[in-house]
C-alpha cells in the first residue's frame, strides 16, 4: 500500500491532498493536524481512498512524507522522515529550513531517498521559470526575482517576519547583507496584477538561485508590499491573516550571454500561491513514488530540465509567460 503524510492540513496540503487522492497512485493519506475534529468534513470529500487522521506527535511511517506545516523546524522533521525511509517534499519558504534542508544531502543519498526542498510558489515555481528562462544563455550574469501575493496564514505570517530580517543578496560575486524593506523598485507583473513597489525581505529563493547558478555575479529577491505593509512591518499583525492571501504573482528577469551578446529573458506567471504550492506538492510527490526523480537533496530549479514540471503545471491550469517587462535595476 503506498502510503502519503500530509503533515499541516491548512489550505496547501488540503490542495495537495485533493490532488493526490485524484492521481489514483495513492492508496493512503494520513493527515497530520493541530485539531484533527476540524478535519472531518473534508475527509468525507476525499473518495476511494483511506484517510486517516493523526494529531501532533511522532512522525508516521510512510512511503512519502509532506511538510506543509509552518516554516521553522522542517530539517529536524525530514531526518526523522529520511530515519523512516520516507521520502520528503518541503513546502517552507524559510531560509534557515531551507539551508538545513539541502544539508540533509548526505543522509538522503545514503538512505536512497530524495529531499525536494522549497516545493511552492517562491521558491518552487519562481526556481523553475529562473531555470527554463536561462536555458538558452551560454553564460548567467545576473537573476533578478520579484514575487507579491502568499498563501495561507501562515505563509502570511513569515512573509511579516520577513521584512523584519536582514536581506542575503550576491553583489559582485560576494554575498552581502542588506536591511529588509529597502531598495524601492517598481516591478511590472503580469496581467491584470500590473505595475506594484517591491522591496528586500528575507526570502529564501537567492539561496536556491545561488546553487543553480553558480557563475552568477548578481543575485536579489524582493517582495511587492504597500507603505502599510513597511511602517507595520516590526509589530505584531495587526489583523488576522485571510484564510488565502492571493492573487499572487512571480516575475523573474535573467541577464546573461547569449551567441556573444548581452541579453535580458522575463519571464512570469500569475496564480494563487497557495494552489501552486499544493499542485507542485502533488507533482513531486506522485513523481518520487514512481521513481521518476534523483535522489539526495536538491529545490526544483537544480534539475537539468524544468519543461516536464512547467508542462504538468500547465496540464493542471498553472502557466508561465514569457513577455517583455521594464528591466530591473
Given at each position: 500500500?503506498?502510503?502519503?503524510?500530509?503533515?499541516?492540513?491548512?489550505?496547501?496540503?488540503?490542495?495537495?491532498?485533493?490532488?493526490?487522492?485524484?492521481?489514483?497512485?495513492?492508496?493512503?493519506?494520513?493527515?497530520?493536524?493541530?485539531?484533527?475534529?476540524?478535519?472531518?468534513?473534508?475527509?468525507?470529500?476525499?473518495?476511494?481512498?483511506?484517510?486517516?487522521?493523526?494529531?501532533?506527535?511522532?512522525?508516521?511511517?510512510?512511503?512519502?512524507?509532506?511538510?506543509?506545516?509552518?516554516?521553522?523546524?522542517?530539517a529536524d522533521?525530514?531526518?526523522?522522515?529520511?530515519?523512516?525511509?520516507?521520502?520528503v517534499i518541503?513546502?517552507?519558504?524559510?531560509?534557515?529550513?531551507?539551508?538545513?534542508?539541502?544539508?540533509?544531502?548526505?543522509?538522503?543519498?545514503?538512505?536512497?531517498?530524495?529531499?525536494?526542498?522549497?516545493?511552492?510558489?517562491?521558491?518552487?515555481?519562481?526556481?523553475?521559470?529562473?531555470?527554463?528562462?536561462?536555458?538558452?544563455?551560454?553564460?548567467?550574469?545576473?537573476?533578478?526575482?520579484?514575487?507579491?501575493?502568499?498563501?495561507?496564514?501562515?505563509?502570511?505570517?513569515?512573509?511579516?517576519?520577513?521584512?523584519?530580517?536582514?536581506?542575503?543578496?550576491?553583489?559582485?560575486?560576494?554575498?552581502?547583507?542588506?536591511?529588509?524593506?529597502?531598495?524601492?523598485?517598481?516591478?511590472?507583473?503580469?496581467?491584470?496584477?500590473?505595475?506594484?513597489?517591491?522591496?528586500?525581505?528575507?526570502?529564501?529563493?537567492?539561496?536556491?538561485?545561488?546553487?543553480?547558478?553558480?557563475?552568477?555575479?548578481?543575485?536579489?529577491?524582493?517582495?511587492?508590499?504597500?507603505?502599510?505593509?513597511?511602517?507595520?512591518?516590526?509589530?505584531?499583525?495587526?489583523?488576522?491573516?485571510?484564510?488565502?492571501?492571493?492573487?499572487?504573482?512571480?516575475?523573474?528577469?535573467?541577464?546573461?550571454?547569449?551567441?556573444?551578446?548581452?541579453?535580458?529573458?522575463?519571464?512570469?506567471?500569475?496564480?494563487?500561491?497557495?494552489?501552486?504550492?499544493?499542485?507542485?506538492?502533488?507533482?513531486?510527490?506522485?513523481?518520487?513514488?514512481?521513481?521518476?526523480?534523483?535522489?539526495?537533496?536538491?529545490?526544483?530549479?537544480?534539475?537539468?530540465?524544468?519543461?516536464?514540471?512547467?508542462?504538468?503545471?500547465?496540464?493542471?491550469g498553472v502557466?508561465?509567460?514569457?513577455?517583455?517587462?521594464?528591466?530591473?535595476?
Amino acid at each position: 500500500m503506498t502510503t502519503v503524510a500530509i503533515i499541516g492540513a491548512g489550505i496547501v496540503g488540503r490542495t495537495a491532498a485533493r490532488q493526490l487522492a485524484a492521481s489514483g497512485c495513492v492508496e493512503k493519506l494520513i493527515l497530520g493536524a493541530r485539531k484533527p475534529q476540524r478535519l472531518h468534513g473534508f475527509v468525507r470529500q476525499l473518495i476511494d481512498i483511506d484517510v486517516e487522521v493523526v494529531a501532533p506527535g511522532p512522525l508516521p511511517k510512510a512511503d512519502l512524507t509532506l511538510l506543509s506545516l509552518p516554516t521553522g523546524g522542517h530539517a529536524d522533521l525530514a531526518e526523522e522522515a529520511l530515519g523512516h525511509g520516507s521520502h520528503v517534499i518541503s513546502i517552507s519558504e524559510s531560509p534557515k529550513d531551507v539551508e538545513e534542508l539541502l544539508a540533509l544531502e548526505a543522509m538522503a543519498v545514503k538512505e536512497d531517498r530524495s529531499v525536494i526542498v522549497g516545493a511552492a510558489f517562491s521558491p518552487g515555481l519562481s526556481c523553475l521559470l529562473a531555470r527554463h528562462a536561462a536555458s538558452n544563455f551560454d553564460r548567467v550574469d545576473e537573476v533578478h526575482l520579484a514575487r507579491m501575493g502568499t498563501g495561507g496564514p501562515a505563509c502570511q505570517r513569515q512573509l511579516h517576519r520577513a521584512r523584519t530580517q536582514d536581506v542575503v543578496e550576491l553583489r559582485e560575486n560576494r554575498w552581502v547583507k542588506r536591511h529588509s524593506s529597502t531598495g524601492r523598485e517598481l516591478v511590472w507583473f503580469p496581467d491584470p496584477l500590473g505595475a506594484r513597489d517591491c522591496y528586500r525581505a528575507a526570502l529564501s529563493d537567492p539561496v536556491l538561485l545561488g546553487a543553480i547558478f553558480p557563475t552568477a555575479e548578481r543575485i536579489t529577491a524582493k517582495v511587492a508590499g504597500t507603505r502599510r505593509d513597511r511602517l507595520t512591518s516590526w509589530l505584531p499583525m495587526l489583523r488576522r491573516p485571510h484564510r488565502d492571501g492571493g492573487p499572487g504573482a512571480v516575475r523573474v528577469e535573467v541577464r546573461g550571454v547569449l551567441n556573444g551578446e548581452q541579453t535580458t529573458h522575463v519571464i512570469g506567471a500569475i496564480d494563487y500561491p497557495s494552489a501552486v504550492a499544493g499542485v507542485l506538492a502533488s507533482i513531486g510527490s506522485e513523481w518520487l513514488i514512481a521513481d521518476d526523480l534523483p535522489h539526495g537533496s536538491w529545490s526544483l530549479g537544480m534539475l537539468d530540465d524544468p519543461l516536464p514540471w512547467l508542462s504538468e503545471l500547465e496540464n493542471r491550469g498553472v502557466s508561465a509567460a514569457v513577455y517583455e517587462g521594464i528591466s530591473s535595476g
